[in-house]
């Protein structure tokens, strides 16, 4: 098997900068697909001047008779993805024969967006964006989840959503958002929406290990990043899914032993979205300067991203799990006019140098970040186009 599977995946808290790099890397590739989160994710690609920003379709979809697929791993919101069509197709992008999508996916309901919205709300906050990601996994994971491929059965599917909204009104009592939800209207909405979309769904593993034999190559495009994993990340104030590469194979059928290559994505610097520990985090001016050159302001909720220093012990503790065999740097020109950048190699934890990632959110909190402070160039790299250079 000569052909390349490769995964991309996010080395840091996400916003690395995926969406380009999909689309630069796009024309080596015949197919892209996405393994999991769901209109979380924003990836940002602006071609001629105009930028457009995805949340479920793969970057890829850009690059001429590219095949991309969204795969079982994923939640889809059918609005957010019957909108993000319609943009495409305004753009003249037709997506028949490109686009497939995994009847294996879960949907997101309406009442994972309110229930998402009331957990937040709450003191546990995560700093969400509230597009029903969590609790549309935590039914998966409850196997009472509803999947496109429960429109096969059409009246266990009316019965599926009219037995989850009663029990989450159960357990979520104080909700009138929840109560005022009817699951007949629920049902009929979803089939509408589904009526405009049913063509692009099928059992995508079979679709992409036929493409595997075929000798196509393949792009798995991770969404978020391994610092949001549910396993790896800083849990709780993560995401509810895998976006490291291992997350690629349960979140396609695509099995681990044809995959050839891991691509990493890093910014030069950190951001985080949202709540939870951050080592390198700048409050200062240098923070500051480093948001308003970087225009860190999230691509799905508007929010600022909170900005820090390149982190090197998340970083090496990313390739690991990610198992990294290439690495692609964005955003270094940020730095261009920086006199001093700093890189924090080791942490120190009560007095003691430490140079793993702690598993604990408390204990990452309270790690020292030391750094080693580098000279900045003090120059512009955007006119270099050789390697030696
Ligand atoms: P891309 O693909 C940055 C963060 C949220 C929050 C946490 C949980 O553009 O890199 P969720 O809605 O997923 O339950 O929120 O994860 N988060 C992201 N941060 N980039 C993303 O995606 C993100 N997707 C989720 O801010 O802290
Ligand atoms: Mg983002």
Redesign the pocket.
């Known amino acids: 098997m000569n052909n390349k599977i490769h995964v991309l995946a996010?080395l840091q808290?996400?916003?690395?900068g995926?969406g380009k790099i999909v689309d630069m890397l796009s024309k080596d590739y015949d197919v892209v697909v996405r393994y999991q989160?769901g209109a979380?994710?924003?990836?940002t690609i602006i071609i001629d001047g105009k930028k457009t920003v995805l949340h479920l379709i793969p970057s890829g979809i850009f690059t001429n008779n590219i095949i991309c697929v969204i795969g079982n791993g994923t939640v889809i919101d059918p609005k957010a993805l019957i909108d993000e069509i319609e943009l495409l197709n305004k753009d003249g992008i037709d997506l028949t024969d490109r686009l497939f999508i995994s009847k294996d996916a879960h949907i997101i309901l309406p009442y994972h967006k309110i229930i998402?919205a009331i957990n937040e709300s709450k003191n546990d906050k995560?700093?969400?964006?509230?597009?029903g990601?969590?609790p549309t996994y935590f039914d998966k994971y409850a196997r009472r989840g509803i999947k496109f491929s429960d429109f096969d059965d059409e009246s266990v599917l009316k019965d599926k959503i009219k037995k989850n909204l009663g029990y989450l009104i159960s357990i979520f009592p104080e909700s009138d958002e929840l109560k005022y939800l009817n699951s007949t209207d629920l049902f009929d909405e979803l089939k509408t929406q589904y009526s405009r979309i049913s063509s692009y769904f099928e059992q995508t593993h079979y679709l992409l290990n036929k493409f595997i034999s075929e000798g196509k190559n393949i792009l798995l495009e991770g969404?978020?990043?391994a610092l949001?994993d549910v396993d790896f990340g800083t849990y709780p104030?993560?995401?509810?899914s895998s976006p490291t590469s291992g997350g690629a194979c349960t979140g396609t059928g695509i099995p681990p032993t044809v995959i050839n290559g891991v691509i990493g994505i890093v910014k030069a610097y950190t951001t985080?979205?949202?709540?939870?520990p951050f080592p390198t985090e700048l409050f200062d001016e240098t923070g500051k300067e480093i948001a308003r050159i970087g225009v860190e302001f999230?691509?799905?909720?508007g929010?600022p991203r909170r900005c820090g220093w390149l982190d090197l012990v998340a970083l090496k503790y990313a390739v690991i799990i990610n198992g990294v065999t290439e690495i692609a740097l964005t955003k270094s020109d940020v730095l261009d006019t920086f006199k001093e950048i700093k890189l924090c190699t080791e942490y120190e934890l009560d007095n003691k140098i430490i140079n793993t990632f702690p598993s604990n959110p408390f204990v990452l909190q309270k790690v020292k970040p030391v750094y080693r402070t580098f000279k900045g160039w003090n120059t512009s790299f955007s006119n270099t186009s050789t390697y030696d250079n």
Not at 272 to 276: A, W
């Open positions: 996010g808290w996400g916003d690395e995926k989160g979380n994710a924003g990836h998402d995560i700093g969400t964006t509230k597009k990601i969590g969404a978020q990043g949001l104030y993560i995401t509810s985080r979205v949202g709540e939870g999230g691509a799905t909720t929010r």
